[in-house]
């Protein structure tokens, strides 16, 4: 009992103790950043399958990277307290119930006799319904009165089982009604089941035996279940340790490699420098010799030259040495710098083949499909090719890192104006703000080699590209350009429904239920490209269906997500052209500027973003015209945008072959 009061205190908190996932008292408990607790395993079940955007399973608040979960100390200690209070309490109850019981079995109560209430009774009548002892049996025994009377052994708690209305004896049971009733209840129940009671209580015990059969066999097999489960645990953690000292093993051998190589690298280097130091040593021990030459000759010199006398000088003078010094000359010492520049770029490629092997993403590893291998290049530059290839290694030709078309760097174009072409043209300084770090390609990356000589191909026309040589080009020069991209349903309003594999988009007036994220539009039915774009040329097309209220264009990552500045054109970070109704439109900075009205449903977009523009044209199944010319300054990454108001209005990217 000494436990009891604290109990008492612990009472009432099961339920703030108790986990809301699998609704038990907290077993290492946690806290979420949004300040809700959860057991560690069950949070940790839950995440399990995310890969994006994790969120609260109590309150759904949403977490942009996978909270680092802690044990919440505090909490655990509380958890144990109640868990001990509990335990006291149990035992506490257990242990007065034992006290309340006698030490020895009482006898049960006798029955008094009815009639005078202190004798014991020997029988019970059923007739008069009473219990009388042997005197008062008498009566019962003796006279013929009493003959018909039905006499039994003694009945314990007769008026118990009496019949409230009859003051009868319970004998039978209605199976309907699930009552005990007497013989003449039996008129109002004629229509009923009824059966004696001995057999009901047979039936009931029979049923009830088989009811605790099964449970008891349900309560085995729950046991073998969790013991499955406990020796699947074990298994599952045995098999990650073992995977874990694999890869730990891994990991110790590419650091022993790159180890080994760095050894060899630093070897190369010092020998290099012994033999540098080792020259230099040896050209100033000959210099030594030879100016230890020149001081003796010197001193000489200075001795007879000191002498007076003349016969003395000129004997002197005689014995001198006649001996040739030559000029001070100091060969060229220099370090191998082949060598030196063959080591540190072979460092570098392996640094950089390290790096974009570990930045590969995990969506990259899925559209290559389940048989997914490293890239090409990757292969080529592992720490064991670079041991087999000598101190003249040199980097193959795939190795540079070559940027996907969308992040080629060329140099920028010029414009020669005035237009020839009648073009609408607007200046648009570059918009400050920051650049979204989302840029993977929508296609499967092209071959090393191919992607070179791509990249080279493209830089060279982004040099000599102008507006003016842009104006004059068919769509099928334009196609050369053709660049593929898909939406992104992250940054999608939520009446926004996108198909056909992230490439349609229409407006509906179902909301969708898209999780939150911090580049979703919150206020126009609007959505931009997953990929962007940061140099060099692309072109796209977009087929508009019912294009009564919509609108195409492009933005930097930074444009405004809710609010009336987060529509495209109304802000200084989008550029687009807009259809309301039968009115065509190009908006920037919250300025329009009215266009001609066109029935083209297809509009194409060129973007030369080394160039500083971008040019919207009107496509036709016979010819390509253009609409509008924004003259730009960019200094984010560009995403192509779009809006659509109307129901039925539809916008679809078209699958374009350069």
Known sequence: MATFPDALSMFGLEEELTCSICLCVFQTPVTTPCGHNFCLPCLEMTWMDVEE??????????????????????????????????????????????????????????????????????????????????????????????????????????????????????????????????????????TCSTTPLKEAKEAKELQLKKRLTELCDLNDKASKSMEQVRAQQKQLSNTTSRKLDLLKSEFLEIVALIREEENNCWKKIKIEEKKVLDKCEFVHTVLGKKKNEIQRERDELEV??????????????????????????????ELDQNLLGTVHQKACSLKEVTTRFLSITQEEKKKEGPQWKPKPETLTLQPREFRSKGPQWKPKPENPTLQPREFRSSNPGTFVLPLKTPVVEEVCPGAAGKTRQRSRPAKRPESPKRRAQSCSKMETKSETITVDTILTKPREELLEFATQFTLDRHSAHKNIVILEKCTKMSVTETVQDYKQHPQRFLSFSQVVSFQCFKKGIHYWEADLENNSFCAVGICYGSIPRKGPKSRLGRNNSSWCIEWVNNKVSAWHNDKDTSLPSSKATKIGVLLNYDGGFVIFFGVTEKKIFPLYKFKIEFTEAVYAAFWVFSNGATISLCQLRS
């Open 53 to 190: 955007t994790f969120s609260c399973p109590q309150c759904r608040a949403a977490f942009e990277t996978r909270p680092e979960l802690k044990k919440n100390t505090v909490l655990c200690k509380v958890v144990e307290q109640f868990q001990i209070s509990q335990e006291g309490l149990f035992k506490g109850t257990c242990e007065e119930k034992a006290e309340s019981k006698p030490a020895k079995p009482r006898s049960p109560s006798p029955v008094a006799c009815d009639s005078c209430l202190v004798v014991d009774a020997a029988k019970t009548c059923l007739t008069c319904m009473a219990s009388f002892c042997q005197e008062h049996l008498g009566p019962h025994l003796e006279s013929p009165a009493f003959k018909s009377h039905q006499l039994v052994p003694l009945v314990k708690e007769l008026q118990q089982k009496k019949c409230q209305a009859h003051s009868k004896l319970l004998e039978f049971f209605c199976q309907e009604h699930g009552v005990p009733i007497c013989c003449f209840c039996l008129v109002s129940h004629k």
């Open 304 to 333: 007879t030259l000191a002498e007076m006398d003349d016969i003395t000088f000129l004997k002197r003078a005689t014995k001198l040495r006649q001996i040739s010094f030559s000029d001070v000359f100091i060969p060229k010492i």
